[in-house]
């Protein structure tokens, strides 16, 4: 879910445009906000808007479910109607397994060290 370490412009893709602008270092996609009345601003690829983009993250949470926005993070809409496209249940299964780490390791949220797991990279 976490695309980069840092909130730095230059990490951001500046490829997608409209509906698939992706904001945030968590990769929050346009279209999910918006079909919710969220209306992202450049401010959320910033630290100053790092309160919004928690904000705009439970309301998506709150109102698609957990597997909901998390299809929707991997891939968009597509996956957010079929639960399955872009390999939407390995991207959960890889989600839920970095829970269950920091679970396991409350360390892990306070230092420097991050839980990766491996994806199909998708399209």
Known sequence: ???TSTFNPADYDYTKTGDSTNYS??????DMMVRLGIQPTNAF?????VDSV???????ITN???N??????????TAWQDGHSYDAAGYRNAIA?????IENDLSLLTDDRR?????????
Do not use: C, D, P
């Not at 690829?45 to 808007?49: A, D, L």
């Not at 397994?97 to 780490?101: A, D, G, T």
């Not at 990766?116 to 990279?121: A, K, V």
């Open 25 to 30: 270092a968590f990769n929050l996609n346009r």
């Open 68 to 77: 909901g926005f998390l299809n929707y993070l991997r891939g968009g809409y």
């Open 115 to 123: 839980v990766e797991m491996y994806t199909i990279h998708q399209r």
């Open 97 to 101: 397994s970095i829970v269950r780490y």
């Open 64 to 66: 698609y479910g957990v």
């Open 45 to 49: 690829n910033t630290w100053s808007g």
């Open 54 to 60: 928690a904000a705009a993250a439970k309301t998506m």
């Open 1 to 3: 879910m976490q695309e």
